[in-house]
């Protein structure tokens, strides 16, 4: 099996390895190993039985007549401890071990793999590899080795809570009957002609100067609202998650390139509140998912990595700091902003003079704005004046038609993903939260 | 509620309403209608109750004193009925509709509504709005209105049957143990200077000219898997399902500019029935999800909209379609290629003079390649032989990082998750199994 120049090792038994062997030699010779993950291994209940499993060294600790191994598949965040009797294995090695399953006299771990056999599958040189054993290393320092970070715990445990989100995020959405669609990353849509935006050609020298791949300029998606309101004329709950980009030129803590956002639009809505149930909701849900499937993972960064919660706190505006904290540092709603700071499609609470557009907006400890949403115009006459005002009501007759045709009362909002993990794990930079960080000046890999 | 300018009807009771009414006056009296969404109702118990329904008006049918309408809210392709006395409501329309919930004496279904109260929300002009009651409009047809073709049937079906098939596929990855990874949309990885691809970088006068953005050139990506690959150093399985991009100048009913994949990498596989039985798995697993959850908006495919599954026949290699029909219509695995044949990554077999690489094919019926994948090259002399070979030795000085530390035998596949839906629904061309379709010279909103 695997490659021939692989080495494989017969661990000379120690007295502890051979009472193992000894009390299930029977069980033993009758069947082949069980392959288990290491998750499956650490929760087994079938002491004594044999087993195999494949994994990366993560420790290597010698004691005594024993060397003590930990080996990690990545399906949680604990390692499965494999006592042995060699000492020719290294750190960032991969290997597969075969053994006996039993139980730990040490209290830290309830079971371990007492090793027959430990196959080396692909070897690692402790001095090349920029991981040392022993040694924590910072966040800043793992992120310049975008392809081996994830074999660092801090990281691996981000990838798990990161993967339990996305799903814990579906899940709501899923049991709160919201239609997921897949709303477009390139589009013709300019955003009223704003900046940021990346434009998208084809690359090489075979594309002709100054003609449009799609006969129009194409741009990547800021944001699938409008998109997604095309599909509220249908549906009354849709949600898109999914990549948006924006070219800031920013290397700050705060911003990405490229960042996920969670989009819903909910029609037939009455006012802000019903958005905001929905906003709380998901909050609420995704965060205890994350909580309940990933205590481990998120237990690491609470105790290890950002120690004392000090994260971001000098990127916030002071408006934002203020009111969360007014409200005694908990997440804070603020609605109904000013009519004239907000888009077009923004909905007019026709409060003169004051003049408010029905807007909300997520506030959360730490990270500042993590939702906006409002509720949409959906008053075609209200709305085709606003566009003539700013000169798009051509660009916009696609969306203008939206309500000439059984337009209904609709409003949406959106939550900043990787805001939403800096915020549950107290990440103080996002480009930590992130597999491939891209930003102004780097796109590494 | 709702904008002052809506027509709020009062629906004068007929014989039959009035029955409904009066056997259930007095519960009707004692609380407030409950709000239901149209999937609810039809599958509702609890008739002679109070409720609330709201969505677009599929169908009016005057009948004597009465009118039927059908009522949708996207929540099921089944409408429901309501019978009401007013004629004043046209197709495409946005109501909100209260009244008591009662058997239906018509077979087609089992409950209807009969209406109290009939509040036109939106209204919608029958002149200008482009589907036509009692009209079956063409896939094609529709196609022209990317703004409005989810108010269809047929469409409101695919966006349901794509949206309950993302669901299975993720539900399928993760009771399988792997983890989801946001594999990134913009990659410096220029696939070996592969043509067909799209260039990224800000748009507007802002931005000099000359300088890249992210300091190296950035593109699309084609593929997650060498992403995916950084993955499989620290986690057994890993997936990403997400968009891809082809620059591909065709318009042909096969191609997309943009198109989602489904992605695994499984580290410790040994052979290639590793891979096709997670193939197999996921692509029987995912098509009984979607058949049991959306039967009706399948059969509406099967029956209506393709019938015969004539699809895309004229559009497969004779070599394909020979292999599929020669098993007998039924989809095969196509494995063991030609090595020259295969990309870098693909694992050399070593079986000279035949010589090929450890890569397989899932082709499907009427669709043609469904799935690719191979297991990768993890010997290190090898990979670095090979991209010598071909001068890429230091673009992928990180991909040969990945065996330098740790190597695992590995392996992994793509799904085409368009050509999945085309497969089960029978769907001729790939625009209309994708909400907002791009290709060459055409990218609508």
Known sequence: MFQAAAKTFSVAPTASVCRGILSSIRQYCKKTPTKLRVSEALSSAELGTNVKVQGWVRSVRPQ???????????????SLQIVAGSELLTFGSAVEVTGILKKSPNQKQTVELEAD?????????????PFKIKERHGLEYIRQFPHLRCRTNAF????????????????????????????????SNDCEG?????????????????????????????????????????????????????????????HLAEFYMVEAEVSFTQSLEDLTKVMEDMFRSATEHVLAHCAEDVA???????????????????????????CGN?????????????????????????????????LVPGVGELCGGSLREERLDLLR???????????????????????????????????????????????????FPRFSHSCLL
Not at 69 to 74: I, M, S, Y
Not at 117 to 129: A, L, R, T, Y
Not at 161 to 167: G, I, L, P, Q
Not at 406 to 435: A, M, W, Y
Request: charge should be negative; aromatic fraction near 12%; include cysteine.
């Open 194 to 254: 704003a900046g940021e935006l990346f434009q998208v050609e084809p690359s090489g020298p075979e594309h002709e100067e100054g003609e449009n791949f799609f006969s129009v300029p194409a741009f990547l998606t800021v944001s699938g609202q409008l998109h997604l309101e095309v599909m509220s004329g249908a549906f009354s709950r849709v949600y898109t998650f999914g990549p948006t980009f924006r070219a800031e030129n920013s290397q700050s803590r705060r």
């Open 330 to 362: 908990i997440p804070v709603f603020v609605t109904d902003y000013p009519y004239d700071l907000k888009p077009f499609y923004a909905r007019d609470n026709q409060d003169h003079p004051k003049h408010t557009a029905a807007a909300v907006d997520l």
């Open 64 to 78: 005594k007549a024993n060397l003590f191994l930990h080996v990690n598949d990545g399906s949680s965040l604990q």
């Open 385 to 435: 004046a606003r566009l003539e005002e700013v000169g798009l009501e051509e660009t916009y007759s696609w969306y203008l038609d939206l309500r000439r045709f059984g337009s209904v009362p609709h409003g949406g909002f959106g939550l900043g993903f990787e805001r939403f993990l800096q915020c549950i794990l107290g990440i103080d930079n996002i480009k930590d939260v992130t597999p």
């Open 156 to 187: 691996s445990s981000l990838l798990r809570v990161r993967s339990e989100a996305t799903t814990a995020i579906h899940s709501y959405f899923k049991e709160n009957g919201f239609v997921q669609i897949h709303t477009p990353i390139i589009t």
């Open 117 to 129: 056999q430990i196959h080396v599958v692909g070897e690692c040189n402790p001095v090349d590899f």
């Open 300 to 326: 690491l960064f609470h105790k290890h990595v950002t120690p004392g919660h000090r994260w971001g706190c000098d990127l916030q505006t002071e408006h934002e700091k203020y009111l969360v904290k007014h």
